[in-house]
């Protein structure tokens, strides 16, 4: 390889997990080379926009190999800026690869790559220790950040169900995300670093209502956003990519509350929903995006022989592969299915793609934090349900 090395250093200091997180918010196309005395040869990660599309060990390629990386406790890598041509045989999200792959590592499943002592650092880890699931952020890019304000431990930053329109990013510290509901409080994830707070169109709604509670664990300073500057970038892009941005948001929303539910034991499992059509699945319009006219999808992920209902779209909302969001749902990790009275347009996204790409580097990086959540809760969803006793 001559391409030009941009980064380099061990995954002792800097976990696998956390690496393709960075690379992924700066969506970066290059190769990850990974070189450890314990293997026998590299290993090559082919990153394409910020998203793993192959990867090579050995005999192994594509998910198989990535997932021999999580376990790699010893390794230096160099990450090479240069194209990536080879075929796409990953198919699933950069978020939904991390978690798994630690999942499994945590699981036994992933061999341990490293001294038989046991001194290596450990890789890093989906939760903090908790239980709960730790989302950080890209490097924090400060042109939008108009002020600082320090919240000590154990502080409510934000209230549900009240109303706010101020938007974070977290410089430093962590916090706790909590959905209140009927029936108790449901702890859902953790933010730190480089993370956003507050929903991604609460800034454009007059009298928006949080949707959860932010606590604050340990000192916490958060960056408050320029809201004008954000507000009028987000007014400036076409109504396809609003309304686009808009579905998202709601997919978010409905799984952190099928979560919440989850948490506080409600039994949410359903049968195979046999008055619907399976619309989207693998092999099944698995390329192809649609904007729904009428009716409603339902988008099913099987678990425990069972199906777990993780959200329900109605007209004006997308389903499909949205590949430069790196959605977590359809096709490859949830099937859609569609009521009888269904009518959905075929949605060509390459127009919002150049209007994405063309966006600053903070609302691009908002936008990858609420796809974050939306992968990370669901993960979660999906380890409390194998949990959950019969």
């Not at 798994?100 to 989906?126: F, V, W, Y």
Request: some cysteine.
């Amino acid at each position: 390889m001559t391409s030009n090395v941009v980064l380099r250093g061990s995954l002792a200091f800097v976990g696998l997990g956390e690496l393709l997180q960075q690379l992924g918010g700066n969506n970066s196309t290059g190769v990850l080379k990974l070189v450890s005395p314990f293997a026998d040869s590299p290993g090559l990660v082919f990153i394409k926009d910020g998203n793993p599309v192959n990867a090579e060990f050995n005999s192994l390629v594509g998910i198989e190999a990535l997932n021999t990386f999580f376990g790699w406790n010893e390794a230096e890598f160099e990450f090479l800026n240069e194209p990536v041509t080879c075929d796409r045989l990953i198919k699933k999200g950069r978020m939904e690869i991390i978690l798994d792959g630690l999942r499994m590592l945590d699981d036994g499943l992933i061999k341990r790559l490293g001294p038989e002592s046991g001194n290596a650092p450990p890789p890093a880890t989906a939760s903090d220790g908790s239980g709960l699931p730790v989302i950080k952020g890209p490097l924090i890019d400060y042109v939008y950040v108009v002020d600082e304000e320090e919240f000590a431990d154990g502080t409510e930053i934000v209230a549900q169900d009240r109303f706010g329109n101020w938007f974070w990013v977290i410089l430093s510290g962590t916090v706790k995300i909590i959905r209140i509901m009927p029936e108790g409080t449901a702890p859902i994830v953790k933010l730190s670093d480089g993370a956003f707070i507050g929903s991604i169109i609460s800034f454009l709604r007059q009298g928006n209502i949080r949707s959860a509670t932010v606590e604050a664990e340990g000192n916490v300073v958060l960056g408050v956003l320029d809201s004008e500057l954000i507000a009028h970038e987000y007014t400036n892009l076409s109504d396809n990519l609003q309304n686009l941005l808009i579905s998202m948001d709601k997919r978010m929303k409905q799984v952190t509350n099928l979560c919440a539910g989850v948490i506080l034991k409600q039994d949410v499992l359903a049968d195979k929903p046999g008055n619907m059509k399976l619309h989207i699945a693998p092999e099944v319009n698995e390329e192809t995006v649609f904007k729904i006219i009428a009716g409603e999808a339902r988008i099913f992920r099987e678990a425990d022989n069972a199906f777990l209902p993780l959200c329900t779209l109605g007209p004006g909302d997308f389903i499909g592969n949205i590949e430069f969001l790196n959605t977590p749902h359809e096709p490859y990790s949830a099937m859609a299915f569609v009521s009888e009275d269904f009518e959905g347009e075929e949605f060509d996204l390459s127009e919002v793609r150049k209007e994405f790409d063309k966006l600053s580097n903070t609302f691009k990086n908002m936008v990858n934090n609420l796809m974050a959540g939306v992968s990370v809760t669901t993960g979660r969803i999906l380890d409390l349900v194998k949990k959950k006793p019969d």
